[in-house]
């Protein structure tokens, strides 16, 4: 089991992955609006979400749960527990499982088991979580908004924010039964709360980010009370304004926080590739052709980034078909500049190189070609039979070639692309090496064996190879 | 008069800005599509745009001139010159100034004269410059794809590329024409051409910025022809093959090429904040309180980014208005992702702090108010007859205030300013000295003049000052 | 009491923060050489470290405890515990404090109680913290390389990495006795460890970064055995090999590591300013003026980052001097680069803006001065009795100057600051405003009352205000 | 030819580059002290810098000449012109070659001829520009501080700012003769001056980058003159004050201005990385394993930066020898902070990625091996009769392995090397394909032809081939 807190410091909340390394799975727990920030974490670490859920609805920033879910195709789990007043309007839509009290579910090896603890808000659960490979009892609970460290969750908000009248009170109640049925559980769980100190969600949280059940029960406040009245009169008491944002929070999250506005370019993920391939995308490889040849997603077109850039997307790239790019995010505005000076706007996203880790680690191939020098070439290209396109200008051409060389432009490839033997491995070059990685990329990419020669005619020349005009 | 190149180097394109110090105004010359550098530099040299032009139709690159003019309501100058077929059809919609040969108009002092010289395309034309204030004879010409350095534009590109048939010779002949015309200027003007090496808009073009007319006479091959037939022959022979978006180019740039798709946030002109404040948008100033005080935009709120931005945008900014800040634009990603994660989504642009300057020098004036230390402000206060503002919490002030102070929360500041004393100065604290900015920028916003006390209460108390409960 | 815990991804290394908020002190716990990250993160949270501490002897990377000691100025506390041969040798050098078993000492409210846990290496320690404010009993214990989440510290590494033949079954035997003595302490206790998954100091750590002794008494396998052969034999089969470069990192952690060395610009310390300002430093602050008037340290000069910083650092700053700057990191390099130019190379340190806030949290004022528009000065001017200063050229002042204004070019101010008078305020002004902010700042810093004109003598004629020959 | 300006902003100064294509050599004119520009400049063209001069020796900044020659290897050029004392002291020492007055030297095919120009200084040459491949007539004129666009160089800085007395006038009588022998120069002739606006060296200068040398004629003042004396009473008359730093310019310049002091980590150069190969050095490129095994110097050593370059910098560096990276210059501060962490502090420089194409292009070999997927290399290894290497550790390899290899782990391959067969090609592989692309880095650099296999012994087994235990 793998364990990553999240922490939004204006906002003093945290969020958590839990992650089985065994299966690959992951479950974000409570994530905000930056739903990147989990995507990136997962990925990092090898995983996958597969499962997204919150401990209640925040008051006091728009959840992340909903679109993370969408974004990553993973299952979405809310709260089902308390007055149906409170149950999330939006959960049918976005297809999501509900949990009442003791329900539960896998992430790989890891067991969440729902514990229902209104208080704070009627539906709050709190999550026991158990890792099943290594133990037979829980390891901590997830507590969101109910137990803080050294604090509780106020159950004034939905009166004081939110303008439910008549609510606060019988929250006060419910946390104090919620509390009593905590001391029940082992001194030595874990405690993970949604909050840290500076959160108006409590009134006194503790800056030690978590804490253990049993330490709570000797020094949390409100683990002190045996009388339930005295209790609620305490933890009603002195708690400051609510910020007027939070009745805005209440009703979002409950009806469903829409997707944060996107960039115009957005960080592609897995799937999209997966689907991408499949359809309208054109997938531009920006990477430099020696790491290209080495490995890539086939199918793609390899232009590298650097000088010569927007004069082949000039030449090879159409007006009327998405495109997107691999490419480092540092590079990305560079290369949409570029495009967009020739009114290529239509790129609509991208990946950074890492994605190939990924592909491949789903079990996808790479496609790959040879990069050779001159001289490699000359004495393997007779040995192995290879037929050798010349995808220079027919002028560059005429004015000298490799013998027996047939010729296509690059430019004319995609549409001449018949005229080249299929049975024979194929030797392509251009003038410098600038054009024949991507004749390579378009080859490969349709089922050619490639030996692309690396410095191109003018290092078979100084090389002092045979040439015929 | 200033000069300045503007050089993109994958399209071996050269743009211009001139420049009238005297006056503040300046012309751009063959913009491309990525207009924010010619506006910034401008700002940065004072000017204001007030004139943009082209030398023709571009077959290489997406013409930024129709959106800069459109973005900086500076009036855009375009030829009129050459058979009805290559007229520009965006003309008129546009509301541009057409013109012809001999046709000349002013940018401040200096002197902008059109020249027809047709050859490269039908409707070229070059620009003479003069600088009046200092010179009455020209100092150089903009000679678009007409001359480069040691070259001229080919004239085959409208047949070769558009696939305008029969084009090709009579421009050949035109080019010939133009070249005979301007061996008549005189040899020490100063040639600022259209492209640089590598352009795929001439055949040989030389690796130095510009040129001369009298150098270019002595060794430009194309001025070295006296017979019309042999030029032809020699400019239509050898030229490469052009690329295929050229075609498209063309059009793009005849029609009217649409405006880049936009940033989701992007930087705001000095004419946007002219409207914005006149309207819907609300004005937030992120720079630090003090920078603030010192002087600021009538009308803004004063939210300083850093660790307690979150919590009082989340007081006092509304859901319905959209947002517009004052940032630096490092710290912009930042800003707008802490107002994303409670909901603010409505952040439509913003400003560098330089914008203060540009406001300034249109003759705007800043709004200000002093900060004050709890020690100099008791004696002021007596001595100047001071009306003073609590703007903390009921709880915090009944826990100890400045004698005589009036309490309203921040929160509460705009729908009960009218509680507030117009006839005396002002002084504003809070606790710390977080909250008394925010306040002091909404009242002197609204014609107080505010003295604001820098370190709150608790300097107050420190400082061992008579406090009332 | 705060805690927080600094990650090390690469050596999976993990150090921690323990603040106490009453009295703004912190613990640092088993630093690595990286220290700026500590320094920055007490800074951040208002706490000043005042003790360094490490649980043992590193293995695997070098140590920063005796380098954030001596930066800081904080107490260091060392194991004085397990026999001689490992002690440290520069304990008595760097004024170490030494720790027994049982020993304590306190960082403000926090009680910290070292415990002597030898076998990852003979003198190895654990802290037991106990936050007094809030609780009479520990919350938790630093346990270094003893305990991990699921695993215990190797205790074969001083033989197998630095070849002390013969400690490797010594240090099991211990391993077992610390491991009955954890026995006794309660199930709820945080266990904070110095590793997480993928350490080489242990076999098979978890992925979640801390646990609680409850919890690993049942599911840590060393606290499986109840027979001590059995765990030695368990614990010293399968290690695998450790890096060679271990065997270094014992002998220079326990020999005393050497500081990291400098960039050639560091970041300085409050110490340092306070050091500096009564030496040899120039201190230069290079905020903007208006940020400057409104708060600074006293004696430095302002020369605001900008189009002229170049110039007034050539008319101003001595080539005998050593230099430090006050400016955002960011704009570092650009001013170095600047002074570089005119051979100004003896900048030795800079502080970020917010050394201001520390400055003033340790009691320290800052200096300021007004900045008024012409026309409120012309007022003021009057009913206050200022005298009034010019700062231009002789030139300048000759073209035209305020009435009455006495003229010392700002070049000359430091030698001419006797003709001043010093009874009266003093109102500077220049020509556009980019002088009188220099000259206010070396006037303010020298005890007059100074009122600095914004828009300078240009500001003063646009406004209509009278002049003199 | 190539010409490029280099415009320093604040100083309002200018250099130059001119290039030679057919050749690859470069002249740097008037360099400041900011060298990386220079060098950066002429890379990205391709182009090596062989010389370096200047007009003059300067006042208003540190020249960047004598360390630029040094740091190039290139020739250094310096006046030998005008009065003794005006001579360069430290020519001598730094191999300069001396130009009067008619003196041309070649770079590639342009001739740069000096011409003596006092009035400014005593010593001051212009260099006049031809480019002999296509022209026999000049180009134009470097001017330096003697013709600025529409003004000249003060010619009483030596008097008024160095304390020479009595240079101010001789030095305006020079000027008017430098300026009338410049009325025989042809009127197309470019003017590319040292300066530009807001310069100190002059008094008017025009904010138009360069002239045309008919068009000073016209309109420069200084050319209206044709009474000297008048001349002389105009040229001197209402100069302002200048900077009092300049004295210490001219001083430092005269005697040999001192490199300026370097950053801790300093971007080498090729000669550097020539002679490193040689020496002491080691080289450790931390590329990707594709894109190094794809071609790389020969002797480097490959830790790809990521997640295990701290883990093998452990286990193969030493620490008694200095290191050098192949890195982007975006990551080295990441990589120099991991290295410190375990003391491995003797990092002394780095290059960019693009050495590699440098070293190429100067006629160098890279070297290179194959990545190969494990299906690919059963075949191949059977076929082509491979020798096997297991790089793993003896544990790895006894749990399982390609039948018949041998076994070497990593961090003994250095000392264990002549246990590997030479005359057979050698198929290398690792568990996963972290460990395996550095044993072939090390073993393609001492003259073995590696195939590496790309997913490990990993990959092997999930390809259902024969393992052996």
């Excluded at 939006?90 to 509900?98: K, V």
């Amino acid at each position: 089991m793998l364990l990553r807190r999240f922490y939004q410091e204006e906002l003093a909340q945290a969020g958590y992955l839990v992650g089985c390394q065994a299966t690959g799975e992951a479950l974000i727990v409570d994530p905000n609006r930056d739903i990147d920030q989990y995507i990136q974490a997962a990925q990092k670490e090898g995983l996958r979400i597969t499962a997204v859920t919150e401990t209640h609805i925040h008051a006091d920033f728009v959840s992340g749960a909903r679109e993370l879910a969408a974004r990553t195709a993973a299952k979405l789990y809310l709260s089902d527990a308390g007055p149906a007043e409170w149950k999330y309007s939006y959960a049918a839509e976005a297809g999501a499982i509900l949990l009442r009290d003791g329900d539960h579910f896998m992430v790989g090896n890891v067991r969440i088991e729902a514990i229902h603890t209104p208080g704070h808000t009627p539906e709050h659960l709190s999550f026991l979580v158990t890792d099943t490979a290594g133990a037979d009892r829980p390891m901590g609970v997830f507590t969101g908004d109910f137990i803080f460290v050294g604090d509780v969750g106020r159950p004034d908000l939905l009166e004081r924010a939110a303008g439910v009248a008549g609510t606060m009170e019988p929250g006060a109640h419910d946390l104090y039964r919620s509390l009593q049925r905590f001391k029940e559980l082992p001194d030595y769980l874990q405690i993970w709360p949604g909050h840290g100190a500076g959160s108006a969600c409590g009134r006194a949280l503790g800056a030690v980010p978590q804490s253990t059940l049993g330490y709570e029960k000797l020094f949390n406040w409100a683990f002190g009370y045996t009388d339930e009245q005295a209790f609620v009169h305490a933890v009603l008491e002195g708690q400051p304004e609510p910020p007027p944002y939070f009745a805005q929070m209440k009703r979002i999250n409950k009806h469903g926080p829409a997707p944060r506005p996107q960039e115009l370019l957005r960080q592609l993920s897995l799937q999209d590739l997966e689907h991408g391939r499949a359809g309208e995308l054109l997938l531009i490889d920006a990477r430099s052709a020696d790491g290209y040849a080495a490995g890539h997603i086939p199918g793609t077109l390899n232009l590298p980034a650097g000088s010569t850039f927007l004069t082949w997307a000039g030449w090879l790239l159409p007006y009327d078909r998405p495109l997107t790019l691999i490419v480092e995010q540092s590079r990305l505005p560079e290369l949409r500049d570029l495009l967009a000076l020739i009114g290529l706007d239509q790129v609509v996203g991208y990946w950074e190189p890492a994605i190939l880790e990924a592909w491949q680690s789903q079990g996808h191939k790479l496609a790959r070609f040879d990069r050779r020098s001159a001289r490699d070439l000359q004495t393997q290209a007779a040995e192995r039979g290879m037929a050798i396109l010349d995808v220079r200008t027919p002028a560059e051409y005429a004015a000298g070639h490799i013998p027996g060389a047939l010729n296509i432009p690059l430019n004319q490839l995609q549409s001449r692309v018949r005229e080249i033997p299929r049975d024979q491995p194929l030797l392509v070059y251009c003038q410098s090496g600038a054009r024949s990685p991507i004749a390579a990329s378009l080859l490969t990419g349709q089922g050619w064996e490639v030996v692309e020669m690396r410095a191109g005619f003018a290092g078979w020349q100084s090389a002092g190879l045979p040439c015929e005009r």
